[in-house]
């Protein structure tokens, strides 16, 4: 089965940290990109922070300076440090894999099931 399993989401006070991780089922062998998206209410979903197999990173305007991206290939997971948080950062935050090669092919993208966080006093 080819999945992405997130975890770490939660409730925080406005100005704290989170850490997400991601981790691959071990059908997938790599993957070329890994990044993170989030969807708040009512609101489509946005790109938060990718991150090639080589390390090369891309952020959204509104997390630069706060969120770092950073994965380990030999485990195909990825992972996001979220810091000074704010309310403007709840949501649902997904990973996902772009360019995912498992034993029966390639998959163009796979997305996880997704993790809640709350930024809320």
């Known amino acids: 089965q080819v999945q992405l399993v997130e975890s770490g989401g939660g409730l925080v006070q406005p100005g704290g940290s989170l850490r997400l991780s991601c981790t691959a089922s071990r059908s997938i062998f790599g993957i070329n990109t890994m990044g993170w998206f989030r969807q708040a209410p009512g609101k489509e979903r946005e790109l938060v922070a990718a991150i090639t197999s080589r390390g090369t990173t891309n952020y959204a305007d509104s997390v630069k300076g706060r969120f770092t991206a950073s994965r380990d290939n030999a485990k195909n997971a990825v992972y996001l440090q979220m810091n000074s948080l704010t309310p403007e950062d709840t949501a649902v935050y997904y990973c996902?894999?772009?360019?995912?090669?498992?034993?029966?092919?390639?998959?163009?993208?796979?997305w996880g099931q997704g993790t809640l966080v709350t930024v809320s006093s």
């Open positions: 996902n894999g772009h360019g995912v090669v498992t034993a029966v092919g390639t998959y163009l993208e796979v």
